[in-house]
């Protein structure tokens, strides 16, 4: 800027009014998006100020290193308040990608696996557990995950590429299993972990292919002693044989959701991939996984169960504990007195083939829904590659609305509407309204078994959507 006289005059920051200079951060704050904003926050109190916020909210911790262990050193004081989220990365043990992808885990390498993760729990717990905060609405999500190195150099990423020759060998059970690798447990049973009250969402999602056992969740579910909400996604096992543990890890994880007196929400999305070939998520039932599943739902407010039950086998269940007239009253244990969000998932193709498995689902749910006197949604809703339904019961504004989504032309028999008609009364005076929709085949050309996911209404609580 030159005044008049020609003398250069530089406009000062804090001659800016207050308008301008946050619309000056709030442009180098996009234009850096993606970008470390550290320096930026030396510029001055201000900035630091308005850019702390951004660089603490999200801290990714890498192990092996020394990223947990200056934790407490670079996170102190007020900058504890500004963090909303903590991910752990564990990197277990590299292997040969190239001449042994096909070749399994080893005792040793599954030992090493165990102890380097269980190290890493240990610390990152020993460090939170002095963190403290006393508003009873905050709290850190904690997101963990582990993956090897040499994963990403695996063939079965590079799959189309590779020669007739390697085919074989890339596509063998044994290359796949070596890739979603054994389920991480605990190094001894001895593990003991402190408390960490700072964790109220703990979450294991699915962009890395390790899960974790029944022993290290038992460990580490209990010590964070102010949990409210499990978000969990494992992957399902190449072969039934293997799924054994995995079922046995979920059942774990539901029972101590039922027992854990602070646990609002539970949310499970088995995961498949193209290690299974299966795109219609058609899966074995296992009995006791589906009994502790109904039974930890009784005590929660929000629960999301995504291809590991079936959903006509959660109500089939659920009915064994109703009296012997599913519309009549029934005592506190065979109620839900205060879900209030439900998610389910169910097989495709037995609703196309018959008319009456889809009916006696709507029907199901309906009674169970007549024993759960909060609920403001539940959906219902089976995947598949270019078809998919969704069944929608929503109490909007106290009006009650059942919407049901298909890649083909269906109708709700007048059994089923009036049994819904039944639970809507439960809740409101507004009359329940019903809305059939043919999905239009736009929505269903993609090979995803997702592509009526954008449909759901709860689609933010049923999986950890990137």
Known sequence: MHSPDGINNHLRWADLPAEIRLMILEQVEVRNKGHDLSDWARVSREWQAFFEPQIFQHLKLQYPGSDIENLSLFVHGYRRGLIKRISLHVRTEEYDNKDKFDELETQDTINANNKLFSRAIKTLFASLSTWCNESPNSGIELRLSASSPSDSGHPWKYRAETSQHDRSRVHS????????????GISSGALKLARVPIIRRFSVNQHCYRSLSRALLAKILPSLCRLKTISYEPWHAITRNEQFPRDEAMITLLDLAGELVTIRSVHIWEAQSPLNGNKRFIRFCNDRLVSSSVNASYRLRCFTLCHAV?????????????????????????TWPGLRYLALTTNVGDLISSQSSLEQLILQASWAALRMPLLRMMEIWAPGAGEGFVFRYH????????????????????????????????STEHELICNVKLARSGTTTSDSPYALCNRLGLSPQLREWK
């Open 173 to 184: 059970l044994n290359s796949k299993r070596r890739l979603l690798g054994n389920l991480l």
């Open 310 to 334: 079936d959903a006509r086998n959660f109500f089939r269940c659920a009915l064994r504990d109703a009296p012997d007239n599913p519309l009549g009253p029934s005592d506190g244990s065979r």
């Open 395 to 426: 109490l909007w504004k106290e009006s009650p609305l059942v919407t049901l989504i298909a890649t083909w032309q269906l109708e709700v028999s007048k059994k089923a509407l009036e049994s819904w008609k039944k639970v809507a009364a439960g």
